[in-house]
């Protein structure tokens, strides 16, 4: 009788792109519809009121700039580890643990002038949040530990051990009992560049610009990639492979934890328990939308960014559960990852077996 089999496309398909993502997007979007419908909820009115309230006006596109920055930070370093296969999935607790970095900066120097201070709380945060990536790294290559176990667990430590400064060395005695640092000066703020966009968007472009040449035009960055597509042939070929795979993930982290000194600099002025508000795991799905592409990177992130937004707006207009967003998001994904299939497999007719009565 006939059937289909599942066959490994020579080449991934060029045209799935074009279909799949947008399918992908489409599903999940039906899916959050019947979730608005058993509330008793009108989907073409949430729509408008998600859109609007993410991209409907200047003010919406401000507030939507300034979460897409630190998104799209945390994404850039997802990207890198996931072009070489390593699955990090730590970037929130390198997030936190960059949101201290650039705190002891200002709480240590509160006195040096802006052009020195905002360089040195964003090389803290990169070294801390870049260590916080190379613990997981070292575990892998010297016992076998699976990373994406290491850094999900890391997530966690790292988040409480921020919560722990705050709510006790650091903890600002003018607080009035609020789990907080103290306010930082003018100093260490990010300015505002455009409207009410931060300077955070001058690191966006600076770290996205070096990335971009490290992998297109040094040995290294070309390394990385090919470890990425075959590391047992890397190996052959003497790619330094375990170095990679610590160099990866300590970049990851480097990037994630500047994303968490822009927003502790610029959002919150001070470090709080609010900073964690789940862009380390949004960054994962940026990745995957992106297909690791710098510029679709930047573009994903300002359409997550608007979701959540939007998703807030919801709430405030329709009384949506705060939940929501995050099933949005999670659907996305989850369409997304079941989509990639059709990148590299195809299904084949069988021909039908022959076979007789005796």
């Known amino acids: 009788m006939d059937g289909f089999r599942v066959v490994r496309r020579q080449t991934p398909h060029r045209w799935a792109g074009l279909v799949v993502l947008p399918a992908a997007l489409l ?12 509330q008793d909820k009108s989907p073409v009115e949430a729509a408008v009121v998600l859109f609007q309230g993410g991209f409907g006006s200047l003010y919406a596109l401000q507030d939507t700039m300034l979460k897409a920055i630190p998104i799209f930070l945390c994404s850039l370093g997802v990207s890198i580890a996931f072009r070489m296969k390593v699955w990090n999935i730590g970037a929130e607790g390198q997030f936190a643990l960059g949101g201290v970095g650039a705190t002891w900066a200002v709480l240590t120097f509160p ?9 040195l709380m964003l090389l803290c945060a990169a070294v801390t949040g870049g260590l916080w990536g190379l613990l997981p790294g070292l575990l892998k290559l010297k016992f076998g530990l699976n990373e994406i176990i290491s850094t999900l667990m890391l997530n966690y430590i790292g988040i409480e051990f921020m919560r722990y400064l705050v709510y006790g060395p650091w903890k600002d005695p003018g607080s009035m009992g609020f789990p907080m640092t103290a306010m930082f000066p003018d100093e260490a703020i990010f300015p505002e560049v ?23 035009r040094t040995r290294l960055g070309f390394e990385l990639c090919a470890a990425g597509e075959n590391p047992r042939a890397a190996r052959y070929a003497h790619i330094p ?28 002025n001070r470090l709080q328990p609010s900073l964690c508000t789940g862009y380390g795991y949004t960054a994962i799905v940026v990745a995957w939308l992106s297909r690791l592409r710098t510029p679709s990177i930047a573009l994903f992130s300002v ?26 998001e999670g659907c996305i994904l989850l369409c997304v990852l079941a989509g990639q299939f059709f990148y590299s497999y195809t299904f084949v007719r069988t021909g039908r077996s022959q076979g007789g009565a005796a």
Do not use: K, R, W
């Open 303 to 328: 359409f997550l960014a608007g979701l959540l937004v939007g998703t807030d707006n919801l709430q405030v207009d329709m009384q949506v559960p705060a939940a929501f967003g995050g099933i949005l």
């Open 194 to 216: 455009l409207g009410s966009v931060h300077a955070g968007l001058v690191v966006c472009v600076v770290a996205a610009a070096a990335v971009s040449v490290f992998l297109q």
């Open 111 to 119: 006195d040096l002038p802006m052009p020195v201070m905002l360089p």
């Open 241 to 268: 492979y375990g170095f990679l795979l610590v160099f990866v993930l300590t970049v990851s982290g480097a990037l994630a934890g500047m994303a968490g000194c822009v927003e502790v600099s610029a959002t919150f």
């Open 27 to 38: 599903i999940a979007l039906a899916f959050c519809s019947l979730l608005l419908m058993i």
